[in-house]
């Protein structure tokens, strides 16, 4: 057995991949920091402190950001230049009257003197929590890796493909301890993701890899587009404090990661806000088309006025956005179309008044029962089930209560309320009076969206100019 750094003769099976005389930088023993050979070259270039990590061109990815992202950072760009310089010019005159007032003494207030400190060390600080964070991470966390949890690894090295990353970024799973959660970050060149462990559960054969698939191309969209950049986060500190504007500018990056997920992963768009708006065990119970649905009905001030603190968008706004790729994402006023699809109960939004009282409910379960072999108890499932749109049945009246949706208001017979079961009926769906076509199987998931298709534009919300 020859002579290694590890005093171990590596399998010959690895060294038999490449025959002859190995080549100056071969890597078939592993990475051995002590053997100066293995110093890899890459046809790719290396990764730049200032610029963007992404190989794209910069007006492909602008196509794929949401619109309001760049003028939102040229915004929060100028804030801190603003902040800089105006604190540069106060902090001279008052050294120059210092010096040509001999009685001038001057007692900085506790906010301006908490302004200065807070500039001044601000890139100290954002190095530092960086370099923690990723400190933290790489003692604590389980880092992904060709021959640990692989199957996430490959995952993570073609969404790195997708978004021309120059490198691919390091990966770790944490215990999520039943947190649903993943972020992107750095520190210095390097850039690095990090998935909960209960989120990377969805992953499994049993569950949904897509769901995982489109997650890692949404955290590693976040690092194509800038988003962790060092510089960025300097430059955008100050606006992020403002009120509702900096979580404006957070839910844009949200829509733009999400239209790197999209393109990296469409057919996995659906399942991930199932996830994220019922948890892993409930996720394929969700009906997707009913969630984004409640993005234009859920209407009222305080629904209005709970988006506008959020650094995410809604979760149905989410749905909605993923839904209809015609369009960006919404940021302050919420959508205004749907598509036709049979609801069945009245949104919340509608007075008290007209939501349906429990004879009416009991009325409309015994009237639209679910199949026997279809349930819903939220409990562990150890085989794939697919989502609750494809499979539920379809109801051919909404729980009825006086109420149509706008859409189709104006094509409807009689007043609002006209107690006419059926009345609310949208064209197409099935009709009341055929119980057993309300009762059929849920209609076949249909194909998904592919990159390449005409109007998709790679997955995005289409060319925008961000000027």
């Known amino acids: 057995m020859s002579e290694t750094p590890y005093g171990i003769e590596p399998p010959q099976q690895q060294t038999a991949q490449h025959p002859g005389t190995p080549l100056p930088h071969d ?17 790719l270039p290396e990764p730049k402190l200032f610029g963007f990590q992404s190989l794209l061109p910069f007006r492909f990815l602008n196509a794929i ?49 908490q302004l200065i400190v807070i500039a001044l060390y601000l890139p100290i600080i954002v190095f530092f929590v960086r370099a923690m ?40 799973v944490v215990a999520g301890n039943g947190v649903i959660n993943a972020f992107a970050s750095g520190h210095g060149h390097r850039r690095f ?36 950049s060092y510089f960025r986060l300097i430059f955008t500190s100050f606006f992020t404090q403002i009120p509702f504007l900096g979580t404006l500018l957070s839910r844009t990056q949200e829509y733009t990661a999400d239209n790197f997920g999209y393109r990296f992963c469409p057919e996995g768009a659906e399942t991930t806000t199932s996830v994220l708006a019922a948890g892993k065990y409930l996720m394929n119970d969700v009906n997707f088309h009913e969630l984004a649905n409640r993005a ?79 349930q819903h108890w939220g409990s562990v499932q150890t085989v794939y089930r697919e989502p609750a749109q494809y499979r539920d ?18 094509d409807m017979p009689g007043s609002l309320g006209d107690p006419v079961r059926g009345a609310a009926t949208p064209a197409g769906t099935e009709s009341q009076a055929d119980p ?32």
């Open 296 to 374: 234009v009905y859920e209407r009222g001030f305080f629904t209005w006025l709970a988006n506008l603190n959020t650094t995410h968008p809604p979760v149905t706004w989410r749905a909605h956005a993923l839904r209809d790729r015609t369009k960006p994402g919404r940021l302050v006023w919420r959508p205004k179309n749907n598509p036709v699809y049979p609801l069945s109960a009245v949104p919340a939004a509608e007075p008290a008044a007209v939501w349906p009282d429990p004879l009416q409910a009991s009325d409309f379960m015994l009237t639209y029962p679910e199949r026997e072999d279809n």
């Open 193 to 228: 993701i990090v998935i909960y462990s209960d989120l990377f559960e969805i992953g499994g054969e049993a569950r949904n890899p897509e769901a995982l698939r489109f997650i890692i191309g949404h955290e590693v969209g976040h690092i194509a587009a800038g988003h962790v």
């Open 133 to 172: 964070n990723y400190a933290q991470m790489r003692i604590q966390g389980v880092r992904m890796s060709p021959t640990q949890f692989p199957e996430g690894y490959q995952m993570v090295v073609e969404a790195a493909h997708a978004a021309g990353l120059r490198r691919v970024p390091d990966a770790y």
């Open 393 to 410: 049945r379809a109801v051919g009246d909404m729980l009825y209560a006086g109420w149509v949706p706008p859409q189709f208001r104006g």
């Open 436 to 467: 057993e076509a309300s009762s059929s199987d849920a209609p076949q998931r249909p194909a998904p969206e592919t990159p390449d298709e005409p109007g998709n534009s790679e997955g995005t919300t289409g060319p925008q100019n961000p000027a």
């Open 27 to 43: 890597l078939s023993r592993g990475w051995l920091p002590e053997d100066t050979r293995q110093r890899p070259i890459s046809p």
């Open 65 to 113: 950001r949401h619109p309001a992202e760049v003028p939102l950072v040229a915004m929060a760009y100028a804030l801190t230049f603003m902040v800089y310089i105006g604190g540069a010019i106060f902090l001279t005159v008052q050294f120059m009257r210092f010096i040509l007032e001999p009685d001038f003494f001057w007692t900085p207030s506790n906010l301006v003197l």
